[in-house]
């Protein structure tokens, strides 16, 4: 039996993955693409998280019929391109589940940018040259999923190509080419998602190809449970008298969709409010400050964490984002772009000081941050000398991290 999202275990170890996730589905829903990877060793279920959001992504609108999801407000595809309002009134608009298209490593270039429509070129009565879109075009306003992203890195450089086109800008490019037909440019407005295990061949992502790892706008490293209720609950979910009970399937059916109306419904508010948000000048201003003061190499680092302040303040029901907001996102965009030793003198940047850029965000319930973040400091504070290369991989999971 496999399990849906409601029933996905949390645990101290995959918190982190949970928040990117949910930060990169609001910020999707809300038009602006987020790219994540998840790494972490093999069956710690990090792939299965990332599958099983699906069961609360929200559908999107589009024109009827249309293989590239045109937005019926602002049509882009070849097809569609420029057609007045009335025109599209006249084809019809649908509702389809939001898209989740996942790349395999046996893909093709032209199974995934686009290639030659053999239907339409085979056509007995009216035979004629086609493009037919690719995987990528097909996730337009969706997410686009790569497992063992390493792997195809490593084995597929034209694939891989491609994804650096894709991710280089937001909204992504993608071009469809093929001989004897003009070359078509579309616009993809597509979050990546990724995972792959960095202690496995062919190594970590930034081994491999570092400019595709830097195309990531967060990392996070997925843990292993360690809590012996979490397990021996884990166990018995699995355990085959457990899988066999098909009456206990039905009972906790309704109440799983359930939560997931709820879920769909938070992210559906969350995105709202993402729109309407903006980042305090201080707090862009501090951002900047880090980039300069610490020799930052990538633009894409602090443009991904103003991004990330404003959505991790949003789900975790802050009414503004705050340097705090940057400090905890500061692992998950830095980890996979500097050494340890560069990313623990960020993270403790004395110029963050609580008095100085206090923002007076609060939780929805009123609850004041100072307090909170005090302790946050407090606890996470740690001498430079102690730091080993493998707590850089792991630094996220200390991290004070809400549950869903």
Same mark, same amino acid.
């Not at 949390?10 to 982190?16: C, L």
């Not at 686009?114 to 990528?136: H, N, V």
């Not at 680092?301 to 984002?321: F, H, K, P, T």
């Given at each position: ?37 998840? =790494?972490? +060793? ?35 595809? #070849?097809? %569609? ?6 025109? /599209? ?28 429509? +053999? ?10 040259? !086609?493009? &037919? #879109? ?32 894709? @991710? ?31 202690? =496995? ?32 609950? @884990? *166990? ?7 899988? +066999?009970?098909?009456?206990? =399937?039905?009972?906790? *059916? ?39 003061? %610490? ?33 905890? /996102? ?30 007076? !965000? ?20 740690? #001498? *430079? $000398?102690?730091? $080993?290369?493998?707590? &850089? ?12």
């Amino acid at each position: 039996m496999l399990k849906y999202y409601a029933q996905l275990e949390r645990y101290e170890g995959n918190k982190a993955l949970f928040d990117m996730i949910k930060m990169s589905m609001v910020s999707t829903i809300a038009n602006e693409p987020l790219h994540i990877h998840a =790494e972490g +060793l093999r069956g710690t279920g990090k792939t299965t998280i990332m599958r099983k959001t699906q069961d609360i992504l929200p559908p999107i609108v589009r024109v009827k019929d249309c293989i590239y999801n045109c937005d019926p407000a602002k049509p882009h595809c #070849p097809v %569609h391109r420029g057609m007045s309002a009335a025109d /599209i009134a006249d084809i019809g608009i649908e509702a389809i589940p939001m898209p989740f298209v996942e790349i395999s490593h046996s893909a093709k270039v032209g199974t995934v940018a686009g290639s030659i429509d +053999l239907a339409k070129l085979t056509d007995t009565r009216k035979p004629e040259a !086609g493009l &037919l #879109p690719g995987l990528i075009p097909q996730a337009h306003r969706g997410i686009l999923f790569v497992d063992e992203i390493n792997r195809l890195a490593d084995t597929a450089p034209e694939i891989t190509d491609i994804l650096l086109d894709l @991710m280089g800008t937001k909204p992504g490019v993608v071009q469809i080419e093929e001989a004897g037909l003009p070359v078509v440019s579309v616009k993809v407005n597509v979050s990546v998602w990724a995972a792959s295990n960095p202690d =496995e061949d062919p190594g970590p992502v930034e081994e491999i190809r570092r400019q595709l790892s830097d195309r990531f706008d967060m990392v996070c490293y997925m843990g292993r449970p360690t809590s012996i209720d979490v397990l021996a609950r @884990m *166990l018995k979910e699995n355990f085959h008298t457990t899988k +066999l009970e098909p009456e206990r =399937e039905q009972m906790n *059916l309704a109440a799983i969709m359930k939560k997931h109306e709820e879920y769909t419904e938070t992210l559906l508010r969350w995105a709202e409010i993402y729109r309407e948000s903006d980042l305090p000048d201080f707090v862009r201003n501090y951002i900047a400050r880090l980039y300069v003061k %610490h020799n930052l190499e990538s633009i894409r680092a602090i443009e991904a964490m103003q991004q990330g302040a404003v959505l991790y303040s949003i789900i975790n029901e802050r009414d503004q984002a705050s340097i705090n907001d940057v400090t905890r /996102i500061l692992p998950l965009i830095l980890q996979h772009r500097m050494d340890a030793d560069s990313l623990i003198r960020v993270i403790n940047d004395d110029s963050k000081g609580g008095s100085m850029f206090s923002t007076g !965000g609060k939780k929805a319930g009123g609850k004041d941050e100072t307090a909170e973040d005090a302790e946050f400091f407090k606890k996470e504070a740690r #001498p *430079l $000398k102690d730091l $080993k290369r493998k707590d &850089l991989i792991n630094t996220e999971k200390s991290i004070d991290f809400n549950r869903d």
